[in-house]
């Protein structure tokens, strides 16, 4: 009989958005007449940009001919999109390589998948709230986890304690569910504290297009040194809405080495090359080219359009909170609103009261961590009229 991995057993049952798909389902087969919002999953409306579009036509009628067919890709990513990428950071005056690019299928695989890279007895720190696959991955492989509470006291924006020794360090900026961001001083100080600690940094900047504060950092790689304790992770996902279409991409500097036990220098580029070659395939050609069609400068004025929509549900979204008098964060530099659950609900029975009376869908903020317990998001990913419609009904809700 096979061993199976009992570290399973400790997740919890179900992953957050298949627990909320869950309960709606079965409201909307006992209700069918009702019109539901779901404001909830992070899932973009707006159709992907035409630049990105007409590459993927393009990419089609490729396939289509002998003599432009292509087959299996680089494991790492096609250069022409590696590049795009190398040029995009360029634009916000960070200097990377292509060769420091790992294009993938989405920064949910990337974000899980890295674990394989490290060892199962490192001490891992995640912020509470947090995007769930941080912590789901590393209780898969049985490692121990140590949280940092993000809280209203702290902007929600966990800083360094140098009393704690970290080997693995999870931070999301914009983050997820919060919508809190780092400025730079304070990613300096996390920059700081990996390095004295010879810590890394596993920093998800999948939010990073919505940041509109010329100030605040979209990547951690404009922090010095960062080059030496960071690995980034980012998506196409809410950039250009490729949420069903698949691309994303990691970057692992060559300047990131640590010594094995055996005392020698490896390094997490060549590593991680390693493991993607073995187990991945790459993303698709033709996604590959409508990607780097998002990079040229006329594809990344479109997504801006297409931010800038989202971004008015997020003020409209905002507006509402606010008549009522709820305290809301996040939904500036960020596609997400987080707020205090009314009435000092808990945030699942206030997920149940939306759905009941307003038949608006949210994220309970303890999906996120315990820290959640009390609060709800928001997302502004819906179309205006629905995220006006939604609002008006918990207008009239209490
Ligand atoms: N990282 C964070 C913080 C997210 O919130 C999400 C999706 O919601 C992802 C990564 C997943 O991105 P992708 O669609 O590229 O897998």
């Given at each position: 009989m096979p061993k199976l991995n009992e570290n399973y057993l400790n997740l919890k049952e179900n992953y957050l958005f298949a627990e909320i798909a869950d309960r709606v389902n079965t409201y909307t087969a006992a209700n069918p007449e009702k019109k539901v919002i779901r404001l909830g999953i992070g899932d973009v409306t707006l159709?992907?940009?035409?630049?990105?579009?007409a590459q993927f036509h393009e990419g089609v009628?490729?396939?289509?001919?002998?003599k432009t067919f292509k087959g299996y890709g680089p494991y790492e990513g096609y250069a022409f999109l590696r590049e795009a990428i190398v040029s995009y950071y360029a634009r916000n005056g960070i200097c990377i390589t292509a060769d420091e690019v790992f294009v993938s299928d989405g920064a949910k695989s990337d974000t899980g998948n890295i674990t394989d890279l490290f060892g199962k007895d490192n001490a891992i720190l995640i912020p509470d709230p947090v995007y769930p696959v941080y912590v789901d991955t590393n209780i898969m492989d049985g490692r121990s986890i140590s949280y940092m509470d993000a809280t209203i006291e702290n902007d929600f924006l966990p800083m360094p304690d140098h009393n704690i020794?970290?080997?693995?360090?999870?931070?999301?900026?914009?983050?997820n569910p919060t919508g809190a961001a780092y400025n730079k001083q304070q990613l300096k100080e996390w920059v700081d504290y990996a390095l004295k600690n010879?810590?890394?940094i596993l920093y998800d900047s999948a939010y990073e297009c919505?940041?509109?504060d010329e100030t605040l950092p979209r990547s951690i790689f404009c922090i010095e040194n960062a080059r030496n304790c960071a690995i980034e992770f980012c998506?196409?996902?809410k950039t250009a809405g490729f949420t069903g279409t698949r691309c994303g991409y990691t970057i692992i500097p060559k300047d990131l080495k640590y010594t094995s036990s055996n005392g020698a220098q490896l390094s997490l580029n060549a590593l991680w090359y390693r493991r993607?070659?073995?187990?991945?395939?790459?993303?698709?050609?033709?996604?590959?080219k409508g990607a780097a069609a998002v990079f040229s400068e006329k594809g990344m004025a479109q997504c801006k359009e297409n931010i800038k929509y989202y971004q008015e549900n997020a003020r409209i979204i905002s507006a509402g909170l606010a008549k009522k008098g709820i305290r809301y964060y996040g939904g500036v530099n960020s596609p997400y609103i987080w707020f205090e659950c009314p009435n000092n609900m808990d945030s699942w029975n206030f997920f149940d009261y939306l759905l009941n009376n307003a038949q608006v869908v949210g994220t309970p903020g303890a999906g996120f961590g315990k820290n959640g317990q009390k609060f709800f998001r928001l997302t502004s990913f819906g179309n205006h009229e629905n995220t006006i419609e939604a609002m008006e009904r918990i207008d009239k809700l209490f």
């Open positions: 159709p992907i940009v035409s630049e990105a579009i009628d490729e396939l289509a001919s002998a020794h970290a080997d693995i360090i999870y931070l999301c900026s914009p983050n010879d810590a890394i919505f940041i509109t998506s196409l996902s993607q070659a073995t187990k991945f395939n790459g993303v698709s050609y033709i996604v590959q």
